[in-house]
């Protein structure tokens, strides 16, 4: 069979409700249409809108399936019958919703959509920001109103194009105003809460930053693919250089401002751990305090290890395709300077080429360091240089002791020539100290040694002069190379536990997942790319390092050293030690719901002990007294204790029938009813029962989807709670509204109001925040509440009541009639439904 090539997916991605992507999207499918595609129409939400419901005249639609669902019809996109048609270009709206439940369906339109992508077919789709997953928590804090359809970032970022559908939120708004986006009757409310200016321009940032890191990323994609090094300044990206010196912050303030003159740009702080010797004295506690200031300026912080600092300065910042490296002018003072050569700073600027460098003063400067030596291995250059010093300096010493014959005896010369082939030693090692005493040696018995201008070497003192500037030479440069070897390693020791604490200062704070992990392991170590496997895989090029239980890092890219495999082992350690840290999270996920049952069933057991017992023996005491005989008792007295009997068992049958109904929820048992529900349906018999109550009008308020006779046991238990807590000659008001979709319901009492700390437990079984005593049932009440309204798709949360008291907030989702061939107000029917 051949192998069909998936098909293309184009998303438009509106910034707010409103914005006319459905329209674009319908606009983009006739122009395809007109240039000879075949398009079809999947699904499309006009929601009423004339100028949208035009867009689909000469398409063809495929018709929806209508879908049965716990007594309801609902139109759903017929995903089997585009399948069969198969078009060249579907078009499919609303990618965020939630399909009715039942059959082999797709729980969400996205899967639909993967489907038709895997068959071939061209989608071209629509999604508002405020449906994406990783944002539904920010566009809540934001405009208040949760987000119960969502779609992974993922999905929409695997599109093939993404098209931002924007507009300023003064247009926006008189859109809504001219009535465009929302019927007249929700006007007001949409513009007073929702549609505030404030949202919408907080929500069009938020659109626009996720667009712009989904460009990023292609356009990254698109630098590696094609091995592009240079710097393209398509967003400023700016680099600081930290040391772990004292002037860091400074740096790091400098580089936030440079990096937040220009919309959406980047703070990366970078941190070299050297194998030489300027590795040793850096403040590890410094960097520590320097990464946390970098993180509270919303930058990040990187480790990376280098011998060369400028190189991988440089290098650091063209594999983040920075634009601007900020650097502080150098500690070093002039003298060492005039030593050393020049420093890093200048290094870095010289190999910059199209990256802006800065370099920024601070208090330190010019004030020297703790170590003057720049280097302590021989490079190529001292290599060079020892040799011809070996030869030069014994001659300049000699020309210049010659114009001293006078002054200075043969011992005070002798040990000058010593310290000039020390000091050869210490600059070009073993070979270069030989030189240098092998020539001294001749120049000292040639010039200074009697008889004065011949060669004595027949003479066993200078024979033994001879042999013993070759020995202290040869021990001297013995001496310098086994301290710069130390040196390496222990600079090599250092940087590799610098790298090491900055990793696991990360681990601890809880900062790095597995792929964080992954991806720093990969930076460190400048590899192309690293993985995490079961199975270690063969081939060249391939570095690999168990990393715990049937777990292997597999590294691909350049080849390590030994002393990079040993720390490469220790952060194959961390990542086992990580994926074990979520195997147990999984393994405690899984008791959770066990613990959980036995403390429901302790605090029941607790309960029942007391409010089980009470009106079982209040009526069990009265029915008794009735079958006594020994007491005549007066017809009044025959119908209190009658009463006493009745009301006892009707409040243990209540008792019973909220354990029961609470139990069903938890087990998903519970049968529901959904149909459109009139709250004035419901509202009267839910407030019969409770005196003192104010409801305002409900003329203008929608139905909503939901089982009546469970949401008259909702609104009587919310209103009874907030009876019981309202202080008497005040009175407890329900309110209702309708926006964007939902109705709310909202029950204000004027009492204490909730502590703080009791937010968290207050739908929680058994519990009795506020009560002052053990008189007023089993607590069962809210969590009773929050249950069923979420089984109807709704939500149950709890607000301060200004001036004092607590507000219940009841949000339903609005219904529309099944034959508008719409869905309830653009919503799912089920989001959070529970099955029968």
């Not at 007073?192 to 404030?198: I, K, Q, T, V």
């Not at 907030?809 to 309830?824: C, K, Q, T």
């Amino acid at each position: 069979m051949k192998d069909v090539q998936p098909g293309r997916l184009k998303v438009y991605l509106g910034a707010a409700p409103g914005v006319g992507k459905t329209y674009r999207m319908l606009d983009e499918a006739r122009r395809r249409a007109l240039r000879g595609a075949d398009v079809v129409v999947g699904f499309a939400e006009c929601h009423g809108r004339p100028h949208t419901e035009r867009m689909l005249e000469g398409l063809e639609t495929v018709p929806r399936a209508r879908c049965e669902y716990r007594g309801g019809v609902f139109p759903e996109m017929d995903l089997d019958a585009v399948l069969e048609r198969g078009p060249g270009v579907v078009v499919v709206d609303e990618l965020a919703h939630t399909n009715v439940p039942g059959g082999d369906r797709n729980a969400k339109r996205w899967q639909d959509v993967e489907r038709l992508l895997q068959a071939g077919i061209d989608v071209v789709t629509a999604v508002n920001i405020q449906h994406l997953e990783s944002l539904k928590d920010v566009v809540e804090k934001i405009t208040g109103v949760p987000q119960h359809e969502t779609v992974p970032d993922e999905v929409v970022r695997r599109a093939d194009q993404i098209e931002l559908v924007d507009m300023p939120p003064d247009g926006l708004r008189r859109r809504m105003a001219h009535g465009n986006i929302y019927a007249p009757e929700k006007i007001d409310a949409a513009l007073a809460n929702y549609f505030r200016p404030g949202n919408l321009t907080a929500l069009r940032q938020l659109a626009l930053l996720w667009v712009a890191d989904r460009v990023d990323e292609a356009l990254q994609t698109y630098r590696a693919e094609h091995a592009i090094g240079g710097v393209w300044e398509t967003r400023e990206r700016v680099v600081v250089a930290l040391t772990g010196g004292p002037e860091g912050d400074t740096l790091i303030r400098r580089a936030a401002r440079i990096a937040a003159r220009s919309a959406g740009g980047d703070l990366l702080a970078v941190h070299v751990a050297r194998s030489d010797a300027l590795a040793a004295g850096v403040s590890h506690a410094s960097l520590v305090r320097q990464r946390r200031l970098v993180e509270d300026l919303g930058g990040s912080y990187h480790s990376v290890v280098g011998d060369d600092v400028a190189t991988t300065l440089v290098e650091f910042a063209r594999s983040e395709n920075a634009t601007q490296l900020v650097l502080g002018t150098s500690r070093r003072g002039r003298l060492e300077t005039f030593l050393t050569g020049l420093g890093t700073g200048d290094a870095v600027i010289a190999r910059s080429g199209d990256i802006d460098v800065h370099r920024v003063t601070h208090e330190r400067a010019g004030r020297g360091t703790l170590l003057p030596s720049r280097r302590r291995t021989l490079s190529t250059a001292r290599l060079i240089a020892g040799p011809v010093a070996g030869l030069v300096l014994p001659v300049l010493l000699t020309l210049g002791l010659a114009q001293m014959r006078g002054p200075l005896n043969l011992t005070s010369e002798a040990l000058l020539f010593l310290l000039t082939v020390v000091g050869v030693a210490c600059i070009g090692g073993v070979v270069s100290a030989v030189i240098a005493s092998l020539t001294a040696s001749l120049l000292l018995n040639y010039w200074f040694i009697p008889p004065i201008g011949q060669f004595t070497l027949s003479d066993p003192n200078a024979l033994l002069a001879l042999a013993v500037f070759v020995v202290v030479a040869a021990v001297v440069a013995g001496v310098v190379d086994r301290s710069l070897r130390l040196s390496r390693r222990s600079a090599r020791a250092a940087a590799e536990a610098e790298t090491m604490s900055s990793l696991a200062g990360s681990i601890v704070r809880g900062g790095q997942t597995i792929p964080a992990l992954l991806e720093r392991t990969r930076e460190t170590f400048g590899m192309e790319s690293v993985e995490l496997v079961n199975k270690p895989p063969e081939g060249e090029g391939v570095t690999v390092v168990p990393a715990g239980v049937e777990a292997f890092l597999v590294l691909r890219g350049r080849a390590l050293s030994a002393s990079e495999r040993r720390v490469l082992a220790a952060f194959a350690a961390h990542v086992g030690s990580a994926v074990e840290r979520a195997r147990l999270a999984e393994a405690a996920a899984e008791v959770e719901p066990v613990k959980a049952a036995d403390r429901m069933r302790t605090a029941l057991l607790r309960a029942v002990g007391h409010d089980l017992r009470t009106p079982l023996a209040a009526g069990w005491a009265a029915v008794t007294s009735l079958r006594s005989r020994d007491v005549e008792f007066s017809a009044a007295d025959r119908d209190e204790l009658l009463a006493t009997a009745d009301e006892s068992m009707a409040k243990l049958s209540r008792l019973v029938e909220n354990l029961l109904d609470l139990s069903r929820l938890q087990a998903g048992a519970l049968t529901l009813n959904l149909r459109a529900t009139a709250l004035e349906e419901v509202l009267p018999p839910a407030l019969a029962d409770v005196p003192g109550i104010e409801a305002s009008s409900l003329e203008d308020i929608p139905p909503v989807l939901a089982d009546p006779p469970l949401l008259e046991r909702v609104i009587a238990n919310l209103v009874g709670n907030a009876a019981r807590h309202t202080p008497p000659g005040a009175t407890v008001l329900v309110t209702a509204s309708a926006l964007a979709g939902r109705v709310e319901l909202r029950i204000v009492d004027r009492g204490p109001g909730l502590p703080p700390t009791g937010r968290d437990r207050l739908f929680e079984p058994f519990q009795r925040l506020g009560d002052t005593d053990n008189t007023t049932g089993l607590g069962l009440g809210l969590a009773l509440s929050k249950g069923l309204t979420e089984a109807m798709d709704g939500t149950l949360t709890a607000e301060d009541t200004p001036g004092g008291g607590l507000t219940m907030v009841l949000s339903l989702p609005g219904a529309e009639p099944i034959g508008d061939e719409r869905y309830p107000a653009g919503q799912s029917p089920v989001s959070r439904g529970r099955t029968s």
